[in-house]
Every structure is written in C-alpha cells, then in structure tokens.
C-alpha cells in the first residue's frame, strides 16, 4: 500500500486499517448520532423538517410498534418499499432498533419482481407507500408476510398539508390506483400505537446481519446481499474519514438526497453517514422531475450532492440548474454507473466544483473505491481503494494480475458481504476472501483503477473485445448526442456487432453524421454498425441505463 504515490492522498489522520469498531451495533450509532445532534434538522421532504430528536423519538415508537403489536422478533425479515420520504428514515432506524433486518425494495417494481424479492427474503411485514399497494394485492396470498404497513406521502408533512398533498397525489394526479388489502395498518396508526408501548433495546450483535440489499437487477435475477451491522459501521468509519474535505466542523453542511434511498448508495452515504455527522439531508422524491428537482434546489445552499451520470446530465440540461448559485457546494460525488467525461467536464464548467468518481456494489456496503476529494482526482478513473480495503485484478482462472493488464475486479475489507442470501455463493469469492465484482478494470502505474466494463457487456467482434462504456463515452462526447447506450447483436460474419440508442439533444443529428464521429475517434470494429434513435432509453429507479432490457428487445425482434 505506502508504494504508491496515491498514499498521500488520504485524508490527514486516516486510519489505514479499520481496527477496534467505534460501536457495536448500527442500534448504537444512530442512537449515539440522535443525542448528539438532537436540535439539528435531520430530514428535510416537500418544506417539512423533521430535527434528530424527532426522528429518534418516532423510529422508536416504530420499533415499539413492531415488537409489541406485530410480535416481530429479531432476525425477522421486513421489507420498505417507498420513494425519499420522511417516512422513509422513520421506518428504517425503528426496524433496525427492533433488531429486524431490513429488506429494501424499489418501489417500481412490478408485482412479479415483488412476489421474488419477499419470498426470497422470507419477509414478516411490509411497509409500503399507497401509491404502489395495489401491486402488492395482486401478490398478497402469494407471500409470505403476515403484516402490511401503508402509508401515504403526505402523511407526515403535518395536518393541512399532508391532508392537500395526499388529495393532490390521489385525485388530481391519479397517482395512486384503488387498492384492498385487509388487515393493512396505517404508518401514522402504527406510530401511535407505538407510542404507547415501551421499546426495548434488542440484544444485536455486530456480526448480526442488518440489510439483505437486493442487487440492482441490472444482470438478471435479484440476490439478497447480506450486510451485517459490521460491514456496514465499517465502511461508515472508513468513508467519514474520506467525506472529511466536505464537512466543515461546527457548521451543519446540506446534502442532496435525490438517489432512492433504498438504494445502497444513498442509504449508507446519504442516510448512515450524514445522519452520523450532523448533516441535514434534503429528500427529493422524483429526482426525475427535472423542473421540480431544480426548484426544490434553488430552496438550499446545499454542499454536497451525490447522483448517477444520468441525474447530472439531466440537470446541465436545465437552463434553470445553470443558473443556481453554487457558491456552498463543496462537492459532487458520482457512482452507480460511469461518470462520462463530457458529463464530468461540463459539470466542474458550470458549478466550479468537480464531479469526482467514486465505485461501489451492493454486495460492498457499497463503497470499494473513491477518488480523492480534496483534490488529485483522475477523470475517468474510479480512484483509489477505501482504508482497510484491497482491491485487485484477477484473471478468470483466479490468478492475480500485474499492473496494467485488464482482468476481473475482486476486492476484500471489512465492508464486503458474507454472501449472498440462501444462495449456492460458490464462485462468488477467489479463494474464499475476493468478492469478484464481475467488472473489468485495470490498475495504473499509481494505483489508480479503471473500469472498462461489466463482464457480461462484453462485445465480440470478429474476436475483439469491445468494451461498451468506450463506445459510449466517445459518442456522449458528440455535442448533439443527449444519452446514448451500446450493445453487442448477433452478426453472420463478425459474430456480434456494436448497436448504439441514441437519446438526440440536437434534432439534426443523422446517423451519417454519428458515424462519421464514431469512425474519427474509434478505430473501425468499434464503430457501431447500426444506429437506433429513441426519445428515451430504459433506466432502473436509480437512473443507469439497461442494457440487458435493450438486448431483451433486440432478441425478440430476431425472434
């Protein structure tokens, strides 16, 4: 590790092994953060604020509710399924201060995607917003949860206005289809009962598992990875040292929460460490409103705002956005997908600030790797590893590979899961301790990783490997290209040939003239053979793009 010249990037005083935990279980870290910050505003969604105290006060009278009412016992399994809402915070910390482990569920999912998710599980109750309760009807007798928590998004936004967003949301945007699910309890009903029990403080230990996080879906069937209360304090103690150039002490710093937080980014950088550190987090619920987004941003002097590449290439795409005043921001974090150069380059052009890189996966709590954030960023590059964390290139056989080849990321550290729940996990691990992330990557001379690819994305062209990300960073660059995505189609005489969607900024874009570009920046099998123009491509919640539904498609044409 102190080989390398990106040792002098580490924030002074960073411990560069993770030793004795600073506590024992998340139960203690949240009630810890609580008392310390108790006058401070924790949670901002829609102009309500809810301070620290208030979010200790009710998660506890959710925990109570849990145990006492619904006989919940630690280890059970409990689902939220809900967009950033204020209940969203509420009902996690109480689920886990009730020692239940916590299965976070993409609010859009379809009731076949449900139905996996909550028998895989095995989950005991659900909490789930109005909006999508009808989906769960559709599977209620198909699953195994016994008890069912609705609540509507205004419901905590207090009296009057919660009373006009729920009518507004159900009335006037039809937002929330007829739903009949018998025996369902409200989540301000559920509060309340709570309220009149006493909670009592489970007995948790750190290896206990904490969050079975469902991987993102992009790659196929869904697996629960399983986060223990460990993985996750370990890699909140490793990340507050690497945020310390964004968090100004004595000061409350603002940070924009518009990734879902069920999501693994946003719930153990946005929730678990902001909550740790004071920082009030602003809840955008449909960061996908780009108007509605911007105006909610003009509200704040916010200093850090994490996203995908897609949210900050929707928002420079907003004169409004460009307008902002950005002089508080002291930092954008991107990860979920790569952070395109164009995307990158425009973004430090408008705010001043850079918009660094950062990789995780679900299966790593999720933080593997980050670039420096208080300068020494590389563009491009994903950065270097988290204290405690080993990141390394692997061949397919398990051999470890020098620097400069492209192999399969694998890494190893405090944050990386057990395994995958009640799963067969072999070939997940290299000799039992490398998690294989199923990237392709490549180390620099520095120490600095790369990905190239998803392994799965790879194209073959008359045997070539041809890395998507490429092909797509090179057109993205196009001054008329808005959004683009390539995949790999089947061909009689080159086996696969590269196909791009293209999302047009400029209407006048031609399929000659994207080639024409194609063919001065890329050598020729990378050229795409055909060009297909969309006015939108298929994304998960979070935003990244799916390829795998673009193949889906392509496959059923041939079909």
Known sequence: ????????????????????????????????????????????????????????????????????????????????????LLQFPIAFIGAIKAGLIVVN????????????????????????????????????????????????????????????????VKRIKKMVPDFDLPGAISFKAALAKGATHTWQKPSVQIEDIAVLQYTGGTTGISKGAQLSHRNIIAHNMMISHWFQPLMTPGQQDIIITALPLYH?????????????????????????????????????????????????????????????????????????????????????????????????????????????????????????????????????????????????????????????????NAGVFFHTEWFRTGDIGVMDEDGFFKIVDRKKDMIKVSGFNVYPNEIENVLAGHPKVLEVAAIGVPDAKSGEVIKVFVVKKDPSLSEEELKKYAHENLTNYKVPKHVEFRTELPKTNVGKILRRALKEQESAKAA
């Open 1 to 84: 590790m102190h080989s390398f010249p990106w040792f002098n990037h580490y924030p002074k005083g960073t411990p560069h092994t993770i030793g004795a935990y600073e506590y024992q279980s998340l139960i203690e870290l949240f009630e810890t953060a609580s008392r310390t910050f108790a006058d401070r505003v924790a949670f901002e969604n829609f102009g309500k604020t809810m301070t620290f105290a208030e979010i200790d006060r009710l998660s506890t009278h959710f925990a109570a509710y849990l145990q006492h009412e619904l006989k919940l016992k630690k280890g059970d399994r409990i689902a939220i399924q809900m967009p950033n």
């Open 105 to 168: 569920t993409n609010p859009l999912y379809t009731p076949r995607e449900m139905e996996h998710q909550f028998n895989d599980a095995s989950v005991s109750a659900v909490v789930i917003v109005a909006n999508f309760a009808s989906n769960l009807q559709q599977i209620r007798a198909k699953i195994s949860a016994k008890h069912v928590i609705v609540t509507h998004m205004g419901d905590l936004l207090g009296t009057l206005k919660g009373a006009l967003v729920n009518f507004v």
């Open 264 to 424: 693994i980014f946003a719930l153990t950088v946005n929730g678990v460490l902001m909550y740790t550190h004071g920082v009030k987090s602003v809840l955008i619920t449909n960061p996908r409103d780009i108007p509605g987004f911007v105006k909610e941003l003009k509200k704040h002097r916010f200093s850090i705002i994490t996203g995908v590449n897609t949210l900050f290439n929707g928002l420079l795409h907003n004169p409004a956005f460009r307008a902002l005043d950005f002089s508080a921001l002291k930092g954008a974090i991107g990860g979920g997908m790569a952070v395109q150069d164009a995307v990158a380059m425009e973004w430090e052009k408008v705010t001043g600030k850079a918009l660094v890189e950062g990789y995780g996966l679900s299966e790593t709590s999720p933080v593997l790797c980050c670039n420096p954030l208080d300068g020494g960023h590389r563009r491009g590059s994903i950065g270097i590893p988290m204290p405690s964390t080993e990141v390394a290139i692997f061949d397919d056989d398990g051999n470890r590979l020098p620097q400069g080849e492209i192999g399969e990321i694998c890494a190893r550290g405090p944050q990386v899961m057990r395994g995958y729940w009640q799963k067969d």
